[in-house]
Nanobody, 114 residues
Framework: QVQLVESGGGLVQAGGSLRLSCAASGRISSWNPMGWYRQGPGKQRELVAV??????NYGDSVKGRFTISRDNAKNTVYLQMNSLKPEDTAVYYC?????????WGQGTQVTVSS
């Protein structure tokens, strides 16, 4: 089973930037959807960004501020988050779909102070 290890969360002031990383163990394909979801306090888990085969899909609330990228040689996906807002505060979860099975990371906390 694929394991996902996230890093890069933390505390940042509004307007600042953070970069998240997620490395997958085992063999995966560049066509396997991989990316990020988040869950804020009292909210449902929502899409942040997912990439597959070179295409990307962003949640409406992060378009133009966040950028997802992928290093297939390293089985790693990155999330560059710019112009952060307090409403971006959430636990960010790495996601991978391989062979129809969804895998999730343990989550990394991102807190944006106003």
């Amino acid at each position: 089973q694929v394991q996902l290890v996230e890093s890069g969360g933390g505390l940042v002031q509004a307007g600042g930037s953070l970069r998240l990383s997620c490395a997958a163990s085992g063999r995966i394909s560049s066509w396997n959807p991989m990316g990020w979801y988040r869950q804020g306090p009292g909210k449902q888990r929502e899409l942040v960004a997912v990439t597959s085969g070179g295409s990307t899909n962003y949640g409406d609330s992060v378009k133009g501020r966040f950028t997802i990228s992928r290093d297939n040689a390293k089985n790693t996906v990155y999330l560059q988050m710019n112009s952060l807002k307090p409403e971006d505060t959430a636990v960010y979860y790495c996601y991978l779909n391989s062979g129809g099975r969804s895998s999730w990371g343990q989550g990394t906390q991102v807190t944006v102070s106003s």
